[in-house]
């Protein structure tokens, strides 16, 4: 029995069941391999990840959103335009992964539909993390949208990436700027139709309903953030 925290054992359990992923996916028989490898007691390896290689699957998401992170806080942003900056923290996302046959599996294990909870909560974060590190403010609706945009375009570049044998990535890069260029375009046509005075009039409903939801102050439960306030 290890007096380690959990989350060392984690990252432990993470590191060996990477060589098996390969062959195995996330499953079962990868995660036995795993605490086998690395002569982590069973019984405490089952606390530490309850769901088995679903654990490990998530944490080697989230592990991805930190290297992203850190590429992000060390990079030189001044004078980039805010869509190039949003393009290369998408980058570096997708740079962070050191094995691409690890992500294939995760998304096949997400694909399935009693774990494709777990894979939009997982997108999502990538997406609030990227516009919280670009110091994104906005609030109501705006928050959601942006993410939910987001994640859209993080998710079919992914895929894209994932079928791209291209040299240095390059088509996929190129994927990904015409991506964010659709989501520009979108941005620009928004607000042209708000400055039109007969649209913004027509809208003005539905505007004022969307303008009830809230940006979250905080996150409960795991749950995809935000919450509903009710209007008066």
């Known amino acids: 029995m290890t007096d380690a925290p959990y989350d060392v ?57 930190a290297a992203m992170l850190a590429a992000l806080k060390s990079a030189d942003l001044a004078g980039l335009r805010f869509r190039d900056k949003v393009a290369m923290a998408v980058r570096f996302r997708i740079e962070a992964v050191d094995d691409k046959e690890a992500v294939r599996r995760g998304s096949t294990l997400f694909a399935l539909p009693h774990h494709a909870a777990d894979g939009a909560k997982l997108v999502w974060g990538t997406a609030d993390a990227i516009w919280t590190a670009l110091g994104d403010t906005s609030e109501d609706v705006n928050w959601y949208t942006k993410r939910a945009i987001l994640s859209g375009v993080y998710s079919s570049v992914i895929l894209f990436w994932l079928g791209d044998d291209s040299q240095d990535t390059q088509a996929t890069w190129d994927f990904l700027d015409r991506r964010i260029d659709n989501v520009m375009q979108f941005e620009k046509v928004k607000a042209q139709v708000n400055a039109n005075p007969v649209l913004s009039k027509l809208l003005q409903g539905p505007n004022w309903l969307l303008s009830q939801i809230k940006a979250p102050t905080q996150f409960k439960n795991d749950d995809l953030p935000g919450q509903w306030n009710a209007p008066n």
């Open 9 to 65: 054992i984690k990252q432990q359990l993470l590191d060996a069941a990477l060589i098996h992923v390969v062959f195995d996916g996330w499953t079962p028989t990868t995660f036995r391999a795993a605490v086998e490898d690395t002569g982590i007691d069973a019984q405490m390896a089952e606390n530490v990840c309850p769901k088995g290689a679903l654990d490990l699957a998530i944490l080697y998401h989230k592990n991805g959103d």
